[in-house]
T-cell receptor, first 117, second 111 residues
């Protein structure tokens, strides 16, 4: 079945630096990808929706200049946390839907743990 | 406001026993309802997906029910195993892409 891969699974970065998380659809073309943030024992919170080749749509309260999302191809979306701070430490998950998955299910990546020190 | 409420927040069961998780929603217009299993620190994995016309769907020892009239769903786990320990998330879609997430039910299965 369709698989969505995230990389890295864990990353530690220094405060003030930027870190990029990749989300890839491995065997289908993901026309739409979603980025979520999840705090411990809390539900997933949608950050933004990205459609291939266009600008991402951010949810209210999410800083688009801090969380840069790029969806340049049908199989890859990236989330860049710029000038990271300790409060950005969280679990980030992407999901994707596309030609094979549309109308069937939405596939989630394995998630990426970000720790800012 | 579209909302998804799950209960209980957490539960502990003995290995081999059954349990039922509840999901009530106010999402409208309704498109589909999904149940996901999420292990700690991992991405959610799909268990079932049901549309308006489906009342029940099974995936191994997991059986989901849906009552679209009362806007309620349940997930029944039969003969629980230690590997069933996880969070179970109810996700309701008002369209193919806009999802509303429940807070999840944390299930702990003990030997």
């Amino acid at each position: 079945g369709a698989v969505v891969s995230q990389h890295p699974s864990r990353v530690i970065c220094k405060s003030g630096t930027s870190v990029k998380i990749e989300c890839r659809s491995l065997d289908f073309q993901a026309t739409t990808m979603f980025w979520y943030r999840q705090f411990p024992k809390k539900s997933l919170m949608l950050m933004a929706t990205s459609n291939e080749g266009s600008k991402a749509t951010y949810e209210q309260g999410v800083e688009k200049d801090k969380f840069l999302i790029n969806h340049a191809s049908l199989t890859l979306s990236t989330l860049t946390v710029t000038s990271a701070h300790p409060e950005d430490s969280s679990f980030y998950i992407c999901s994707a839907t596309g030609w094979r998955a549309a109308g069937n299910t939405i596939y989630f990546g394995e998630g990426s743990w970000l720790t800012v020190v | 406001k579209n909302q998804v409420e799950q209960s209980p927040q957490s539960l502990i069961i003995l290995e081999g026993k059954n349990c039922t998780l509840q999901c009530n929603y106010t999402v409208s217009p309704f498109s589909n309802l999904r149940w996901y299993k999420q292990d700690t620190g991992r991405g959610p994995v799909s268990l079932t997906i049901m549309t308006f016309s489906e009342n029940t769907k099974s995936n191994g020892r997991y059986t989901a029910t849906l009552d679209a009239d009362t806007k309620q769903s349940s997930l029944h786990i039969t003969a629980s195993q230690l590997s069933d320990s996880a969070s179970y998330i109810c996700v309701v879609s008002a369209s193919d892409y806009k999802l509303s997430f429940g807070a999840g039910t944390t299930v702990t299965v003990r030997a």
